[in-house]
């Protein structure tokens, strides 16, 4: 849609790097769990952004595919792709149109929510496949201010992923400060 990508453009065109630079918290303390269990190497990052876990997971020795509908917050991650010594296949798209086709033995969700994209992601993972999912939780704060179809829902992140064949190896819900979050690992069987 091409609201999302002006938007998420006007986004990243306006700090030198709108979540920071270093990859997620969650995923730098998950990463040696991610490399010990993942049946390969093949990574796929849902809404990559600027690209920063993407290179963290190419540094990592993974063969990682970044998505995302900015071609400003790719741009961007070439660059960082660049200038951290890896490669990376960074594509624009519509996530909401997009469809995966391909297998990966590691999946990265994190700061987006498309529940219809859900099934098809754990689809998308290789038998004993990983797939880390980190986002917002709604909360009377964020309602005011966030659309709440794109706000995780107490408990959700569990009853969504308890219903595939597989395993949830860890799941957190963080309820304080100004933006809660919800965090899950899942293997697939």
């Given at each position: 849609?091409e609201s999302?990508r002006?938007?998420?453009?006007k986004?990243?065109e306006?700090?030198d790097?709108?979540?920071?630079?270093?990859?997620s918290l969650f995923?730098m303390?998950?990463?040696?769990?991610?490399?010990?269990?993942?049946?390969g190497?093949?990574?796929l990052?849902?809404?990559?952004?600027e690209?920063?876990n993407?290179?963290f997971l190419?540094q990592?020795?993974?063969?990682?595919t970044g998505?995302?509908i900015?071609d400003?917050?790719?741009?961007?991650?070439?660059?960082?792709?660049?200038a951290?010594g890896?490669?990376v296949?960074f594509?624009r798209v519509?996530l909401?149109?997009?469809e995966i086709?391909?297998?990966?033995d590691?999946i990265?969700?994190?700061n987006?929510?498309?529940?219809?994209?859900?099934p098809?992601?754990?689809?998308?993972?290789k038998p004993g496949?990983?797939?880390?999912f980190?986002t917002?939780?709604?909360?009377?704060?964020?309602l005011s201010?966030?659309?709440?179809a794109?706000?995780l829902?107490k408990?959700?992140?569990?009853?969504?992923f308890?219903?595939?064949a597989g395993?949830?190896l860890?799941?957190?819900?963080?309820h304080s400060g100004?933006?809660?979050?919800a965090?899950l690992?899942?293997?697939?069987?």
């Amino acid at each position: 849609m091409e609201s999302d990508r002006i938007k998420w453009n006007k986004r990243y065109e306006s700090e030198d790097s709108y979540l920071g630079e270093r990859p997620s918290l969650f995923l730098m303390n998950e990463i040696e769990r991610i490399k010990r269990l993942a049946p390969g190497n093949k990574a796929l990052d849902i809404a990559c952004g600027e690209g920063r876990n993407s290179v963290f997971l190419a540094q990592n020795g993974f063969n990682v595919t970044g998505l995302d509908i900015s071609d400003i917050g790719l741009s961007k991650a070439v660059a960082r792709a660049e200038a951290g010594g890896v490669v990376v296949n960074f594509r624009r798209v519509d996530l909401e149109q997009f469809e995966i086709i391909e297998r990966y033995d590691l999946i990265l969700n994190f700061n987006f929510l498309l529940r219809d994209l859900i099934p098809s992601e754990v689809r998308a993972l290789k038998p004993g496949g990983l797939l880390l999912f980190d986002t917002i939780l709604e909360s009377p704060q964020l309602l005011s201010s966030h659309n709440p179809a794109y706000l995780l829902r107490k408990g959700e992140l569990e009853q969504l992923f308890g219903s595939y064949a597989g395993k949830i190896l860890f799941s957190e819900e963080n309820h304080s400060g100004d933006m809660p979050t919800a965090r899950l690992l899942f293997q697939k069987a």
